[in-house]
């Protein structure tokens, strides 16, 4: 087992205290001390469970404002668009569904980087990611249950179904 | 600032719109995986819908001098943020274990890419 | 600001025809995503009926049923794989 880093657990204080603050919602010194006192002994425990990789990427301006630009701009739009399909399908009287489960490649690296992938497109309705797997080259391939299924090879498959994602959140974590 | 108001109660009401949109697919879809993919309908625009509409009321209320604006604000964006975290992993969770567990739709998959790799019996 | 009593009637009559498929899913997952369709409305309802009643307090309640919504959901799937 792993042993937590400073780095972790920093971060994992940061964020425990901050939710703290958040439900007391009060600058008395008494409860920003016990807060604190209780965030560093949770961070102790849990810090290496919370952080796996560099816990100051984010830190990096390009990086945030790339996520900055992500959450707010381009992630919604794909979000809009892909809920607006699937209302269509559920409200119209044919229900128009042709699910599958695909395989499709994925040109992330590192830990961070596919399971923000993997969890965008499976917050996108109509498609659901199933499971991540890689094969012996070291390619990563997403299996993605569809619910409107295009015909092609894997790669076009993943064209459309990632769309714009992939080059931003690749941006985020490169 | 009444079209802060107004502003705000459009969006609760596309809000209601994708929740709606969402049941009715929960009802009607014909297997587990497709409803699955309907209640994503709900938790992303039925949730973020009503949360960024309530965001927009709090700073209306913030704008017309209550002081409880603040708390609403610093209380209602957590929920959203924490909702786009985890919601994904949870279905992700669910979609994997259901098939695990050996629930198949009646109508076959067009096509089954995971069954032919992680289960070929 | 009666208006949003109204939009949030409507989530929790959505939450309760959600009931409907929770009562009559022919296999587990059905009613556990369904159950989780029904948490989400009622977290809505409960924002909304926060902003019109002015109490801070809901918006707490409405944050720990996202947390254990999440936690019961996550620990449905991991039972139904055997992994529990």
New interface residues.
């Given amino acids: 087992m792993k042993k937590t880093s400073f780095g972790a657990w920093l971060a994992t204080f940061v964020v425990c205290a901050a939710f703290w603050m958040l439900i007391t919602l009060s600058l008395d010194p008494q409860m920003l001390i016990a807060g604190a006192a209780v965030s560093a002994l949770v961070a102790l425990f849990a810090g290496r469970f919370f952080i796996h990789e560099s816990p100051f990427h984010l830190l990096n301006p390009k990086h945030l404002f790339a996520l900055l630009g992500y959450a707010l701009l381009v992630f919604p739009i794909e979000l809009l668009k892909a809920n607006l399909d699937v209302a269509k399908r559920a409200l119209s009287p044919a229900l128009p569904v042709n699910p599958g489960i695909v395989k499709v490649p994925s040109k992330m690296k590192g830990e961070y980087g596919q399971a923000m992938l993997a969890n965008s497109i499976t917050l996108t309705p109509g498609t659901i990611t199933m499971d991540v797997a890689e094969d012996e080259q070291g390619q990563a391939w997403y299996y993605i249950h569809w619910i409107d299924v295009a015909e092609g090879t894997a790669e076009e498959q993943g064209d459309a179904i990632k769309g714009t994602l992939e080059k931003w959140v690749g941006r985020i974590f490169e | 600032m009444e079209i802060l108001r107004y502003v705000s109660d459009a969006f609760v009401v596309i809000g209601i719109f994708f929740a709606f949109a969402g049941t009715v697919g929960l009802l009607r879809m014909p297997d587990a995986f497709c409803r699955m993919q309907s209640s994503t309908n709900i938790s992303t625009l039925g949730l973020y819908g009503a949360v960024i509409g309530g965001l927009l009321k709090a700073i209306s209320m913030i704008v017309e001098g209550y002081e409880l604006g603040w708390t609403m604000l610093v209380k209602i964006a957590p929920i959203g943020l924490f909702s786009i975290l985890a919601n994904p992993i949870a279905g992700h969770s669910i979609a994997k274990a259901a098939y695990q567990h050996g629930v198949r739709p009646e109508k076959e998959f067009v096509c089954d890419a995971y069954g032919e790799d992680e289960f070929d019996d | 600001m009666t208006?949003?009593t109204v939009?949030a009637a409507?989530?929790v009559l959505?939450a309760l025809?959600?009931m409907?498929?929770v009562a009559k899913g022919p296999?587990?997952?059905?009613r556990?995503?369904?159950a989780?369709?029904v948490e989400?409305?009622t977290?809505?309802a409960l924002?909304?009926f926060?902003?019109e009643s002015?109490r801070?307090i809901y918006?707490?309640i409405?944050?720990v049923t996202?947390?254990l919504?999440?936690m019961s959901?996550?620990c449905?799937?991991?039972?139904?794989?055997?992994r529990l």
């Fill in positions: 208006e949003l939009f409507i989530y959505l025809l959600c409907i498929r296999s587990v997952v059905d556990a995503v369904a989780d369709s989400i409305l977290d809505v924002v909304l926060a902003l002015g801070g918006l707490d409405a944050l996202a947390i919504g999440f959901m996550v449905v799937a991991r039972y139904l794989e055997g």
